[in-house]
């Protein structure tokens, strides 16, 4: 659960600092590649942790260090604590040990003969030399860049060497092969580096390849190739093309693994995606997902048959439309895909779809001056939630006349404006309303659409941010921007597990769910959504 994704605003400061990024590797080299791990490692302290492991405690070294003064009296205190640390920046084999004064943290240690054992489980195996503090270094592959290729063979290669990250390191140190090249030691003992001496691993950059480096809007729907597996689409306003993750297993259980994120690129070069919608393509369930691009157009990507996706194409929009600021999708009353969007001009459209390979025809719901819109499909009638350009949330619904009037909800007291609005099921198959406000909190609100005060009494989940250690207090929860619920898809019949996203302004994925393991109840500590598994409680 150890990683995260960060935003890098200026890759050179004002001061002169030129941050140049590695890129991560399209593949992984076979066994036997030559890798490098350069680290930034650190030594145990305090000085003597009082085990019966001597090595790594710090002396009182008075031939290095006795140029310390004592500040109080200007003398001369003959000596300092130091350890012996390892030489930068190549260790070879042979050179190792110096001394550092007063030393907890070495420069940094470039390991450039070591080799890749094999990848198992999504995890590098390599026989790179780590030590405390090497956790978190990235694991690089040479590669000679190819300047010219045709049919994937390289004909003009740059045989400057090129960096690509395959791995990032975190732990090693099995019992077998520890004692190949051992810093365990005040000298170390070291051997040739042989591929079978594979003590130490890192995760693959499997994990991180395609994760969205600033996800700005998800949707949740099904996997092209299950049609039972949850699978959640976001946005990367970053690289702007949209990811997606699905759960795996057969069948897949709300309670199992969820694959790494994959990437379905962008609709065209030059694209600025922001929000993202997903519904049903035909009665079999594959997905199809609707994206906002430059503000003003939609695009669209289907599942196929056979569990792939078909190619991006232009879903078209209302020709009197400037512009798109919201889309939202729901099931019909008929059981078919109906899309919603608001218009830059504020006003509500949407377009249906006839049979399995064709749409109907844009048509207008109501005019307004809206800016967000959620819709849901409860208990055979069709509901649609909007927040205008006030803040204020406004709920309408489809019967036999048409829709109705747009009606104007109240805001409970301290919420001055609405920020984001879904709607969803609860853990009783009963629909709900979400949203959240545009001042930062840990109160996540819901509003019930069930029983004698539906539409009227606002309640909340008092939320925070989950943390790993028991010990680790109450944090503050993320600060959201947007909000999407569903309940899983994998669940048994007359069962529901309801999941709540957010992306917070970090542009992480985060996720509160209601589960069944145990004592069925809400999970309400948001949980990033990036890691490769989830730690139900």
């Not at 030594?43 to 009082?50: C, E, S, V």
């Not at 395959?166 to 077998?176: C, Q």
């Not at 790993?468 to 207090?473: A, K, L, Q």
Request: charged share 15%; with cysteine.
């Amino acid at each position: 659960m150890d990683w995260g994704i960060a935003r890098i605003d200026n890759w050179k400061d004002t001061t002169g600092l030129d941050l140049t990024p590695l890129s991560l590797a399209p593949f992984i080299p076979t066994a036997g590649a030559t890798l490098v791990n350069p680290a930034y490692t650190r030594h145990h302290f305090p000085y003597n942790d009082n085990d019966a492991v001597l090595w790594d405690n710090m002396e009182w070294d008075q031939t290095y260090c006795g140029w310390v003064n004592e500040s109080a009296t200007g003398k001369n205190d003959g000596g300092m604590w130091a350890i012996r640390v390892g030489t930068a920046p190549i260790y070879d084999g042979v050179n190792r040990d110096s001394v550092w004064c007063n030393a907890r943290w070495s420069p940094s240690m470039i390991h450039a003969n070591c080799s890749l054992n094999k990848i198992e489980n999504d995890v590098v195996i390599h026989n790179c030399d780590t030590i405390g503090g090497s956790s978190g270094s990235p694991i690089i592959y040479q590669k000679n860049k190819c300047l010219f290729s045709f049919w994937g063979i390289c004909f003009i290669r740059d045989w400057r060497k090129t960096f690509q990250v395959i791995g990032v390191g975190h732990g090693g140190g099995s019992p077998t092969t520890a004692s190949s090249n051992d810093f365990a030691q005040q000298i170390p003992t070291c051997t040739q580096d042989k591929q079978e001496f594979s003590d130490n691993v890192g995760a693959s950059v499997e994990r991180l390849r395609d994760a969205p480096r600033f996800a700005a809007n998800v949707a949740v729907h099904r996997s092209p190739s299950n049609a039972f597996s949850t699978t959640v689409f976001a946005v990367d306003s970053d690289l702007n093309q949209v990811a997606y993750r699905a759960r795996t297993g057969v069948p897949p259980q709300y309670t199992g693994k969820f694959a790494f994120w994959k990437t379905l690129r962008t609709p065209y070069s030059g694209a600025k995606l922001t929000r993202i919608a997903a519904c049903s393509a035909d009665s079999t369930g594959r997905p199809q997902i609707f994206v906002i691009s430059d503000n003003k157009n939609i695009y669209t990507r289907s599942g196929l048959s056979n569990g792939t996706w078909g190619l991006w194409s232009n879903f078209g929009t209302p020709g009197s439309s400037a512009g798109i600021s919201d889309i939202d999708a729901a099931t019909d009353v008929s059981g078919n895909c109906q899309l919603f969007i608001v218009t830059s001009q504020g006003d509500v459209a949407t377009r249906t779809k006839t049979s399995n390979a064709s749409w109907g025809n844009w048509s207008n719901v109501m005019k307004g001056s809206y800016q967000k819109i959620s819709s849901l499909n409860y208990n055979g009638v069709l509901w649609l939630a909007m927040i205008d350009t006030n803040g204020e949330i406004y709920q309408s619904s489809f019967d036999q006349t048409g829709w109705t009037t747009a009606t104007k909800l109240t805001r409970p007291f301290g919420i001055s404006a609405w920020r984001d609005i879904d709607m969803t099921w609860d853990e009783h198959a009963r629909g709900f309303m979400l949203a959240i406000q545009n001042n930062s909190v840990n109160k996540l609100y819901f509003m019930p659409m069930y029983g004698n005060q539906a539409w009227s009494q606002w309640r909340f989940f008092d939320t925070h941010l989950w943390t790993p250690h028991p010990d680790g207090g109450i944090q503050d929860a993320p600060k959201m921007q947007s909000i999407t619920a569903s309940r899983w898809m994998e669940d048994a019949t007359g069962t529901t597990s309801p999941v709540i996203f957010s992306t917070g302004e970090d542009g992480n994925v985060y996720f509160i769910e209601y589960t069944r393991v145990g004592t069925p109840r809400w999970i309400l500590n948001w949980k990033s959504f990036y890691h490769e598994s989830i730690l139900y409680e």
